[in-house]
């Protein structure tokens, strides 16, 4: 055992789903520095990380009892530690549907590993990891800020990727459908899409912001509505089902729009085939024994 391994045989880290609503991009060479800006909310469901220590010289990945290959959380770990680990990783909420799984499954098992290994980080240090790694490996730019902070909010400082104002909001019932994977990736690195989405963005970030500013009331129905806005206009709202149910659930009395980045919705009213979840104010956390 290594001089810095404790004796224990396990630790257990939980990290919220992240539901993107509006993002502006900020970019940097820096991956420390490149993040987003924009508006969303954590929700109850999430991932539950379990690390043992690996009976193999690599670290090994489990999604729901199989196995994956993982880069975002296999390099975030070995940024914090050369020792070899088992991740199991649990979730009811499906990859690559913009619930910033890719955030949350490494944020957590950082915040397990450090306490496994009794590593003495601070839960900032942690989150930096998880989001450089994010960005390295194009999985994401502001779910980690998310769920390191937890409940509704508000990104609107440059250079700070862990900054958030928080919004405060009523436990509230977020219905859900999920069409299929947007790799978010592709997003990402394509640099003719950035000024569309930024522009896109700025108005809707400049409302919120005013809104702040002023003291003024800004419900979470409204932020919904700035939001499908942004997905129209940025043009990254275009799969016919997520339209199709986007307009169900308005026609139900529901506030409503695409989750980002996913082909998937979201809505404060149930439509057909929807899930339901809540959003919740729970960040990022150790579980202890």
């Known amino acids: 055992m290594a001089a810095n391994e404790s004796a224990r045989d396990a630790a257990k880290a939980f990290a919220p789903?992240?539901?993107?609503?509006?993002?502006?991009?900020?970019?940097?060479?820096?991956?420390?520095?490149?993040?987003?800006?924009?508006?969303?909310?954590?929700?109850?469901?999430?991932?539950t990380v379990k690390l043992t220590h690996s009976d193999t010289e690599t670290t090994k990945v489990i999604f729901n009892q199989r196995p994956i290959d993982f880069p975002t959380v296999t390099t975030a770990l070995l940024d914090l530690t050369p020792t070899s680990l088992k991740v199991d990783?649990?979730?009811?909420?499906?990859?690559?549907?913009?619930?910033?799984?890719?955030?949350?499954?490494?944020?957590?098992?950082?915040?397990?590993?450090?306490?496994?290994?009794?590593?003495?980080?601070?839960r900032h240090d942690l989150a930096m990891i998880a989001h450089v790694a994010e960005v390295r490996n194009l999985t994401g730019l502001g779910d980690v800020c998310a769920q390191f902070n937890g409940g509704c909010l508000v990104k609107?400082?440059?250079?700070?990727?862990?900054?958030?104002?928080?919004?405060?909001?009523?436990?509230?019932?977020?219905?859900?459908?999920?069409?299929g994977k947007i790799r978010t990736s592709e997003i990402l690195s394509d640099h003719e899409r950035h000024q569309r989405i930024n522009?896109?963005?700025?108005?809707?970030?400049?409302?919120?912001?005013?809104?702040?500013?002023?003291?003024?009331?800004?419900?979470?129905?409204?932020?919904?509505?700035?939001?499908?806005?942004f997905a129209e206009s940025s043009e990254l709202l275009m799969d016919d089902r997520v339209k199709n149910s986007i307009n169900q659930a308005q026609s139900n009395g529901g506030a409503a729009t695409m989750i980002m980045l996913g082909n998937a919705v979201f809505s404060t009213a149930p439509f057909p085939g929807s899930t339901q979840t809540m959003l919740s104010g729970t960040a990022a956390h150790l579980i202890e024994d």
């Open 156 to 179: 609107t400082k440059v250079g700070d990727p862990l900054a958030a104002t928080v919004l405060k909001m009523p436990p509230t019932p977020i219905h859900w459908r999920y069409f």
């Open 89 to 122: 990783i649990t979730s009811n909420l499906p990859l690559s549907s913009g619930f910033g799984l890719s955030g949350a499954a490494t944020l957590a098992a950082l915040i397990a590993a450090n306490h496994l290994l009794d590593l003495g980080k601070s």
């Open 17 to 47: 789903g992240n539901i993107s609503g509006l993002f502006k991009i900020i970019a940097n060479d820096d991956p420390a520095k490149m993040h987003s800006l924009g508006w969303g909310f954590t929700v109850s469901d999430g991932v």
């Open 199 to 229: 522009d896109a963005a700025d108005a809707a970030l400049e409302t919120i912001q005013n809104a702040i500013d002023n003291s003024t009331t800004i419900t979470f129905g409204d932020l919904i509505r700035l939001a499908l806005n």
